[in-house]
């Protein structure tokens, strides 16, 4: 019976594990696009492509791997969050609030982002080919561009 139930606990922690890689909860996916506001919501791995995100309160929130392909963060601010492995191909973040965000490995390919702040930011292995970012702190050797 104990030997049963070890290998019923296993099983359910094999199927639970994949699930909780995509863990976006959908309830704040909502509130983002339906608000603007999501300040220190989970939005980890979540589909935002093409989003219209203008002036967003995404403050500490988890965006680890979301999808912000051509999404428009103009002004939003995204102080704190945590961002490692998003990919914002074509993203439009011009003057958004970046300070103390974790951009580890963020893929900014064709972004534009001009006057965004990222004090405190996690830089690490960000991919910008192509994009345009000026006035940001982000650049080649860790100058600004």
Known sequence: MRTSLISTFALLAAIALPMAANA??????KQL????ACAQCNLEGANLEGSHLIGADLRNANLRGANLKNANLE?????????KNADLTGA????????NANLANVNLTNARMI???????NLNNI???GADIYGSGIGVGGGER
């Open 24 to 29: 976006e909860n959908p309830a704040h996916v």
């Open 33 to 36: 696009l339906e608000t603007g």
């Open 75 to 83: 002004g939003a601010d995204l102080a704190g969050a945590d961002l």
């Open 92 to 99: 439009f973040a011009t003057n958004a609030v970046f300070n």
């Open 115 to 121: 006057n965004a702040l990222t004090f405190g930011a």
């Open 127 to 129: 991919n910008f080919a």
